[in-house]
T-cell receptor, first 112, second 113 residues
Framework: DADVTQTPRNRITKTGKRIMLECSQTKGHDRMYWYRQDPGLGLRLIYYSFDVKDINKGEISDGYSVSRQAQAKFSLSLESAIPNQTALYFC???????????FGPGTRLTVL | AQSVAQPEDQVNVAEGNPLTVKCTYSVSGNPYLFWYVQYPNRGLQFLLKYITGDNLVKGSYGFEAEFNKSQTSFHLKKPSALVSDSALYFCAVRVSYGQNFVFGPGTRLSVLP
């Protein structure tokens, strides 16, 4: 897990605030992903990127945006946070679309 | 659309007994199937995968899974459970032409001493 890091690990914010979650990886993978985890719902894909110039919406992209600053960095932003965005957020990487994903430790976000 | 079901929210098993965590899937192409484990306050860790070949796949920590195409299942198994196996387990699927994975809702495994 040390190969994929996420900051911050915990964040409490208020409705309407802008929040950025950051992900860095040292695995040299081109593919990076952002998921949110909610109890009983598993992981749902927010955005994914196959390289710096290729960013795609996932299943639940509304209310989120992303930036791929470099091969190793992929940030998730909540432009105006709302309480139902309270969740555990994970970044992941993979070598190809057919290989297993490597996950960061997660960011627990609470929106009051 | 592809989907994954894990019919049991919770599985309890005594230490030393065999364990099974169930997964069924629905896809319109050839499935690539994965199992991940999540320990408290940690990200998901890869356990094993089925891409092609032998239906019985062996993975980390003594886990194995059996791909059954006719039943569209990919159940996770271990012959002898350990208390340290207690965690949340996720099944995931993607199709050969698809871009992304779909995860099941997770099954919480509790191994009782």
């Amino acid at each position: 897990d040390a190969d994929v890091t996420q900051t911050p690990r915990n964040r409490i914010t208020k409705t309407g605030k802008r929040i950025m979650l950051e992900c860095s990886q040292t695995k040299g993978h081109d593919r990076m992903y952002w998921y949110r985890q909610d109890p009983g719902l598993g992981l749902r894909l927010i955005y994914y990127s196959f390289d710096v110039k290729d960013i795609n919406k996932g299943e639940i992209s509304d209310g989120y945006s992303v930036s791929r600053q470099a091969q190793a960095k992929f940030s998730l932003s909540l432009e105006s946070a709302i309480p139902n965005q309270t969740a555990l957020y994970f970044c992941a990487t993979s070598m190809t679309s057919y290989n297993e994903q490597f996950f960061g430790p997660g960011t627990r976000l609470t929106v009051l | 659309a592809q989907s994954v079901a894990q019919p049991e929210d919770q599985v309890n098993v005594a230490e030393g007994n065999p364990l099974t965590v169930k997964c069924t899937y629905s896809v319109s192409g050839n499935p690539y199937l994965f199992w991940y484990v999540q320990y408290p306050n940690r990200g998901l860790q890869f356990l094993l995968k089925y891409i092609t070949g032998d239906n019985l796949v062996k993975g980390s920590y003594g886990f194995e899974a059996e791909f059954n195409k006719s039943q569209t299942s990919f159940h996770l198994k271990k012959p002898s459970a350990l208390v340290s196996d207690s965690a949340l387990y996720f099944c995931a699927v993607r199709v050969s032409y698809g871009q992304n994975f779909v995860f099941g809702p997770g099954t919480r495994l509790s191994v009782l001493p």
